[in-house]
């Protein structure tokens, strides 16, 4: 395999550290050729020196001077703010970018990696979620790659090699549960962001950790599965699966189910995305049957965690609806991290932005762009309230 | 897929049967050209009326004229006699055998297969134990393939489709335990034909069914897959798994597992090897993820079950050994199901004979026969002592 030029959009995140970890393990395979950061300045400067990328991007332009000095003595040339990420994604100077910016902001700059027919592989899954009919034949014309990172869809991802034009019947995706398996609303109306950070299997960024504890990470998973596999929402099945083990599931045709298994370890579906088709040795820790195990699976609780339900009715009412979805999720869950709402409070954002915000059927990018906004306006009006 | 013509060889038995179902209700796909049974006519002049095969032979030479007889107003030709087996095997008028004859027996028909370059469907594992390394030395050399019609071969085939020159760490062969999981060799002792025949979850031939029941199958199941995956005994690893639902698992150089699950049911692999590498829909049951599910694992007992420890000792010592092991294991299993010996006695029989029996590092195909009938003669002499 020749080296890989690797675009590093949100490389001081979790998937960013751990992508940077595969790299430096793999100098032989991966550059680091640009690296993002919103606002982690120091660690951008710390990465940038030890990776010697071409370009870096920092998202907050106060923090550009503070940047600019650091690497004043290396080759890297330093850019700041908003439209400087989509501009630097829009160069062709990589072969792959590894979206891993977390939120609606990852989609501009990847929209651009998607136009010039680069390998995008995918972390940022609002990406599809908010605009997954237009990013998947923009990538299907330019013929750029979409691999997942999720680990869930990387399962099925490689569930899917080599299976060519055998058609999917269902893919079931797993779910832990995360911390509140088990509870009923009467328990959840008094969790505090503490104790919703505290994920039993996965360690990851904030935002996806509450919404894992709210089971909207599921939802949007299942609409970022629909674009990425061209399923119908009824071929998307979820499954509680308390251990993490089996990371999806995909059953075809014939009735038969391919399984992708493994320790909860991010490192594992970052590393096959960045070296897709070939698998790396490595030393990740291995989930081992000499021990007696258990797995387990049951039905996810819906009425509890009505989260899930509202995205089901996003995935099954297409459109702008995952957008409003998405973005009165967004603005949800910042606010709990801010101890500004309560937990049972983030499905009411939710549901009331859903309810309010105009239904578009088949919108243009620009509509996407405007419903996202306008949902953002109405959820944080109903926060500020 | 244009219509493959189908060789069934052993179309009676329990693989057979289940194969005619999947040309049955696949007529554009399949058709059978070649018949083959040993002793049931009945069965095979039924059969070959519904089917209309060019050819039918029957094993035992005194049924040919009620054969013959039965099929005189049809197309099909009829022949008798273990040699018949091997000539009309030979003929190139098929494009895959599906080798269902069970035991050593289906080994002769399998090279001639082989020899002609035309896919197999190897149901009949002994053919790899006895002489894996000749059988697949000429596969590749004829280009012929080998496809596993075992459900833990096909798991393991199936989570390597795409994968290409991603190399294997490991594969984990996943077992039942059989219908005596947890016994100790005092209750072992006393176990009769009919409890060994009640296998928890898979219906099969009494061969199969009592190897699975002294997990003498499971250590069979490791040297074929020794050969149809190119590994070291190192490589291969057997875990208990109640359910049987998890048919096989493959773990890579990266870390990630592959599995292959359904429901225990042989007519997916079955029609797997039949129609590879296309996936045929079909009505037959699926494992169900709505209702809550377990699966466990744990590791054999050998020292209770010693016929697996056998078996990979077999496995690690290669040469003729497995040979011995297959040859000793077939006297005893066919003993037991005629009440002549006991349930632990068939591990005297395979390990007094293991120890008796010349060993040769290289066999050639005519010592592999010799080596099986002596291994034979010394097995059937400890048994009518």
């Given at each position: ?95 792959m ?21 680069k390998a995008v ?18 990538a299907?014309?330019?013929g750029a790659a979409v691999i ?128 897709f ?109």
């Amino acid at each position: 395999m020749k080296q890989k030029r690797i675009a590093l959009f949100g490389s001081t995140g979790s998937i960013g550290t751990q992508a940077l970890d595969v790299i430096a393990a793999n100098r032989d395979l991966f550059s680091a050729e640009i690296l993002t950061a919103q606002t982690n300045d120091t660690l951008l400067i710390k990465q940038a020196l030890e990776f010697a990328p071409n370009m870096v991007v920092i998202g907050d332009e106060k923090k550009y001077t503070v940047v600019k000095e650091a690497l004043a003595g290396t080759d890297t040339k330093v850019f700041a703010g908003e439209k400087a990420l989509e501009e630097v994604a829009a160069l062709d100077c990589y072969d792959m970018m590894l979206a891993g910016i977390v939120g609606y902001a990852g989609l501009r700059p990847t929209l651009q990696a998607v136009n010039l027919g680069k390998a995008v592989a995918l972390a940022n899954k609002e990406t599809l979620v908010v605009a997954g009919d237009i990013v998947m034949k923009r990538a299907l014309e330019k013929g750029a790659a979409v691999i997942p990172v999720d680990s869930e869809h990387s399962a099925i991802f490689q569930c899917l090699v080599g299976e060519n034009n055998n058609r999917i019947s269902k893919i079931v995706l797993t779910a832990s549960g995360g911390p509140f398996l088990g509870k009923k609303p009467n328990f959840l109306v008094n969790v505090k962001r503490d104790h919703a950070l505290q994920h039993p299997n996965w360690t990851m960024g904030a935002k996806i950790t509450i919404d894992s504890a709210t089971l909207m990470n599921k939802g949007l998973e299942m609409i970022e599965a629909k674009w990425l596999f061209n399923l119908t929402p009824e071929q998307i099945q979820v499954v509680i699966h308390p251990q993490s083990i089996i990371h999806s599931m995909v059953q075809f045709e014939d009735g038969s189910l391919k399984a992708q298994m493994g320790l909860p370890d991010m490192k594992l579906p970052i590393q096959y995305a960045m070296a897709f088709p070939q698998r790396i040795p490595n030393d990740f820790p291995r989930y081992d049957f000499k021990k007696p195990q258990t797995l387990s699976f049951e039905e996810p609780d819906i009425k509890t965690f009505r989260n899930l339900g509202l995205a089901i009715e996003a995935l099954k009412k297409a459109g702008n609806m995952p957008c409003i979805l998405n973005a009165a999720n967004e603005i949800a869950v910042y606010a709990f991290l801010k101890n500004r709402i309560g937990f049972l409070d983030m499905t009411e954002v939710v549901e009331q932005t859903m309810a309010k915000i105009s239904f578009i059927e088949n919108p243009t990018l620009e509509e996407y762009f405007e419903t996202d906004g306008e949902a953002r306006n109405f959820a944080a009006s109903l926060i500020h309230m």
